[in-house]
């Protein structure tokens, strides 16, 4: 009886020590990737291109892209997909992702990022940050997996509003009127820079 | 004009000149604090202080140089650019596909499903799609023909400082609607917080220009509105709403809406129950466009997103009083 109590004992202590490792494994992860990004964006020699390279490297080690694409899917869509359909929505997806990440970081003024301790929530952990700026706080909650790769963030919540959610409402809202030929295209067609261009030229005339 | 009783009562004489005296100090409290956050990016560009007439000169010409940094050409549409992103000179990788992990098995990700599937399950209930869509749309051009020009011209006049400053003096007005509704959720240290934050920043911050709670002892706001205080009494938030110019709402957060004017200041002072809302019309149309000066880019960014704007509002909004209401 003792022998098993002694173990419990270990196992919970083990079990524990572990959790608290895992958390602070991630904390410092998250952290140290945050504080990259600050630091290349307040690196006024860099020039935007090199900027940019820079952050989307950070970013690609931070999150698991392809499994945000096939979560952005709902399961029934996914199913009905072929292998080539599969491969073109992650690429686009991928792009669009990491596009509209640089592209927010011209909104980028001296904001200070503040961090909660992260806490365990089922087999994930959530990172709670706050993204505080000179009139605003705006609450940035980071979920983290763990990949065979170590540890991703596989969706972001900025405000509670879950990046992942949005697109699956999206994407279920085009797939119930068309096909995925329509949703694919409308991921191609859609192009930043040129909506902007035309959006300022609106404003302009 | 009458500028001066017929008769003044010495109380009255005094009364003047004491009045002059606060209008000063205000002024030049004013002047300095919203200099502040000038001197504190000079800091950082490594002068450290401003007490030589050196560092005086130096801070002065910086001012002068860099106080219209913000205004890029970009953004005031004088020149329209694209902003680069060159997927083909960046080095990415065109296709993630070439992994070959890439498709994850169905019961790994049947678990993050789950997981979504949860935070969906109560779908927005929209009848009046059309309607809202065609609002989205009205708001849009609003933003884009009439605030964002107006917006502009307010940031080229007045120096971020003093925008701050005016947000700050609105953010405190919102006081007795942030009380009342913590109070009414039970939340008595969020409402002491506010209560304590009210006090200083109306007093030592000089009604509400300047932040002495948040700079001084970190005490940061807790906004509740009457919406959330329904949302937390179980009101469910019943179809969603897009107002004019306001934007994206719902029904119980109209109700919460008409509930929050009668806790407003900006409506007593300018009467908006009784015909003469000039005055409140302009103080909330000067806060609108302090409050947009402040955020120029963000709506134009969120567009870009989103795949379908209306959705894609909608959802953000509904997700965002969820978790509000939660907290």
Known sequence: ?205 | MVFWPAEPTSFQVKMFYFKKIILCLWFFHFVYVSSADARLSLDSEGVSSLKSPAAFSKFIEFQFEHSWDHLQPHILGLSVQAIPTDRETLDIPDTVTDDEDLFFEEEFVNEFEKEFNKTADSKVFDPLSGYNRFMTQVNDKFYFYLLKPIANGYRFILPQGIRLSVARFFKNLLFPMHFVNNILQFKFKQAGVEFARFGLNTTIGIGGFWDPAEYWLDLNSYPEDFGQTLGYYGVGGGFHLVLPILGPSNFRDLIGLIGDMYLDPICYVGTCYAGHGEIALSLRSSKTINTTSLHIGEYESIKKDALDLYTFIRDAYEQKRKKEIKE
Do not use: C
């Open chain 1, 1 to 205: 009886m003792k022998i098993i109590f002694f173990v419990l004992f270990f196992m919970v202590g083990t079990y524990q020590f572990a959790l608290g490792d895992e958390l602070a494994e991630v904390e410092e992860l998250l952290k140290e990737n945050v504080e990259k990004v600050i630091s290349v964006l307040q690196d006024k020699t860099l020039d935007l291109k090199e900027r940019n390279q820079k952050v989307v490297n950070v970013i690609n080690a931070t999150f698991d892209f392809q499994l945000m694409a096939r979560l952005s899917l709902q399961k029934k869509y996914w199913m009905n997909l072929t292998e080539e359909q599969k491969k073109e929505f992650t690429d686009l997806f991928v792009n669009r992702l990491q596009d509209s990440y640089v592209e927010k970081l011209d909104l980028y003024s001296d904001e200070k990022v503040e961090f909660e301790p992260p806490k365990k929530v089922k087999k994930n952990i959530h990172f709670l940050t706050y993204l505080v700026s000179k009139d605003s706080r705006y609450s940035m909650l980071y979920k983290v997996y763990q990949s065979k790769k170590g540890w991703k963030v596989y969706d972001l919540e900025i405000q509670g509003v879950s990046v992942i959610h949005t697109f699956r409402t999206q994407f279920d809202g085009v797939l119930r009127e068309g096909t995925i030929a329509d949703l694919l295209e409308k991921l191609k067609s859609h192009d930043f820079n040129a909506a902007t261009a035309k959006q300022l030229e609106e404003a302009v005339n």
